[in-house]
Nanobody, 118 residues
C-alpha cells in the first residue's frame, strides 16, 4: 500500500524558513518521480516542484527561487525547503507520487499545514 506522510509544517513568521518532509513507503521510492503541491484556502491544487528519479528537478516559473525540492533515497524521504516565507505561502502542502503528467491524479499524502503570519 502506498503511503505518503508529510511533516514539518507549522506557524511561522514572514521571512522565516521551513523544511517539509514526506516519508514514503509501499512503492520503490528510488525509481519514482515525486511532486510537492499546495492548496491555499479557497483555491485549487497548485504544483510547487517535481523531482525525477535522476534527481533532476522542475519548478513552475512562479515557484523558482525560494523553493528547493530534494530527496534521500536511503531514507525514502522527500523534502521541500522553503525560504523567505511569505503570507501568500500559507497553504496545505502535499507530496504526491508522480511527475508532470501524473501527480495530480495519483497518490497523495494527507498534507502538512503551513501558516505564515506575523
Amino acid at each position: 500500500e502506498v503511503q505518503l506522510v508529510e511533516s514539518g509544517g507549522g506557524l511561522v513568521q514572514p521571512g522565516e524558513s521551513l523544511r517539509l518532509s514526506c516519508a514514503a513507503s509501499g512503492f520503490t521510492f528510488s525509481t519514482s518521480g515525486m511532486t510537492w503541491a499546495r492548496q491555499a484556502a479557497g483555491k485549487g491544487l497548485e504544483r510547487v516542484s517535481t523531482i525525477y528519479k535522476d534527481y533532476s528537478t522542475n519548478y513552475p516559473d512562479s515557484m523558482k527561487g525560494r523553493f528547493t525540492i530534494s530527496r534521500d533515497n536511503d531514507k525514502n524521504t522527500l523534502y521541500l525547503q522553503i525560504n523567505s516565507l511569505e503570507v501568500e505561502d500559507t497553504a496545505v502542502y502535499y507530496c504526491a507520487l508522480g511527475t508532470l503528467g501524473t501527480w495530480r491524479n495519483g497518490y497523495r499524502g494527507q498534507g502538512t499545514r503551513v501558516t505564515v503570519s506575523s
